[in-house]
């Protein structure tokens, strides 16, 4: 049975037998195209759209069965972490390794929740430790530089316990400065978003981030349907990463958001919805796209496709006022053509299709340094000075007659 994140799909309708063979519709929440628009506009635009289809005769509201709460990953990944520690002190360093790999897995995954670098760079820290113990010498400095570069300018908590380790990781330092830098290209559906790149900011996407330190980065952004999504980025000596920042999630919704999203409908997105369609059992599936228009505000382009065919059918676009004042009478118009026509509402849809026509041009690739300055080593305190004279002779004992 296919698992539907219910933050990325509203569904609405009922049974065939409910009410007279009522149509049932789902509707995947709007995509908004850039990240320069009103505050969850595309949210907002689907929760109105959601209003006026509950309201209009022979669509009728169904919504899918709970799922259970997902675990507490994040608690997962720290308690492997303190079971890792256990096992360092307990000198089972295979054990505390195997630990370790899980936590680094499940904070990899948290990646987007992480503001910050310093907790994972702990953990990297820990894992060098670990594999020093062991003879793993070149794993243990990847994971240390690891760690240096998902927190620049901090020493791990680690180095505190141990001069001999702190005395590592000021020679690893020493060798990630000497070598080239690399640089990390962000690309992102929709385009505009503003972009952080270990806690700092650089500019918004498209945007090419140059003189970046080779090693393990964080980044982090927050997409205009208020999603949070980022994850890590690894940089070689030299070389250029890319990022293609688009709505998280998977499975055939993710699919179909992360097209409309980059402002496209083409094969692969609509079989997409087809599947995300017949899952459902939904005899109409609804999607689209909310743009900027300097005329009018906002502009919803939408399609509609019965799920047994690869057939999508534009509907008429909509134009809306930004803070969608007018929205009611505007999209009540759409949902009642979805009420009467059912799949044959609107107009053919040749693929590939453009959902949104921009009035904007496509926007330019920026350039930006690496944000994080880091500070010198702080300079080792200066020797007590040399005596400037000879001691005195010490006085010979007094002996008693």
Known sequence: MMRLALPLLLLLGATAGAQGGARRVAVVPIQALSGDMTSRSGPRLTERLMSEIRGTGGLLLVTPPLDEPPPDRLALARAAVKTAEAQRQQRDFAGAERSLDKALEDFAALAASLSQGQELADVYALRAAILYAQGKDEEASRALMFALTLAPGRTPSLAATSPLFAQTVSRVRAALREQPRGSIRFASAPSGVAVTLDGQPVETAPVRVTGVPPGLHLWRTVLPSGEVTGGLVEVASGREAVVTIQPPGEGPSAVLSAALAGNRLDTAAVDAAGALGRALGADLLLFGTVSLSEKTGLVFDSFVLAPDTRSPRRLPRVTLDAELLDAG?????????????????????????????????????????????????????????????????????????
């Open 329 to 401: 009478p505007r999209l009540r118009g759409l949902t009642s053509a979805l009420a009467s026509q059912g799949a044959q509402a609107g107009e053919p849809a040749a693929l590939p299709a453009v959902p949104a026509s921009q009035e904007k041009p496509e926007p330019r690739l920026l350039q930006t340094e690496y944000p994080v300055v880091e500070r010198p080593d702080a300079p080792a305190p200066p020797a007590a000075p040399a005596p400037s004279r000879t001691p005195l002779t010490p006085r010979k004992p007094l002996v008693r007659p």
